[in-house]
């Protein structure tokens, strides 16, 4: 995890989640631990190489954890963190004010 953070918390949290793609990684880890072609499926259009890019980049910053099954073929499953849980209440408030503005614009 990067020591060097920004002085300003507003440019550490959007440093840690301002792609789009983790935003969309931990709505869907919010519901509980998944593996990885689960995680393809629920957040769409993603290729395989920039979901796991933004996977080890996440876990790499401690928002989620990756267990691997000494399997064949192996088993991959990704949980968050209790850092990772942690930005529920954002993901939370960015709901409710993109419901609001659909509703605004629609």
Do not use: H
């Not at 880890?29 to 996977?55: C, D, M, P, W, Y």
């Amino acid at each position: 995890m990067e020591k060097n953070l920004p002085a300003c918390p507003v440019e550490t949290t959007l440093m840690l989640i301002s792609d789009r793609w983790k935003v969309l990684i931990i709505r869907d880890l919010l519901e509980g631990t998944k593996r990885f072609g689960e995680l393809k499926k629920s957040v769409g259009n993603i290729s395989q190489k920039v979901l796991t890019a933004n996977l080890r980049s996440m876990e790499d910053r401690g928002l989620l954890t990756r267990k691997v099954y000494p399997e064949v073929p192996p088993r991959v499953e990704y949980t968050l963190t209790e850092t990772g849980l942690s930005l529920k209440p954002i993901l939370d408030a960015m709901f409710l004010w993109g419901t609001e503005y659909k509703k605004k614009n629609s």
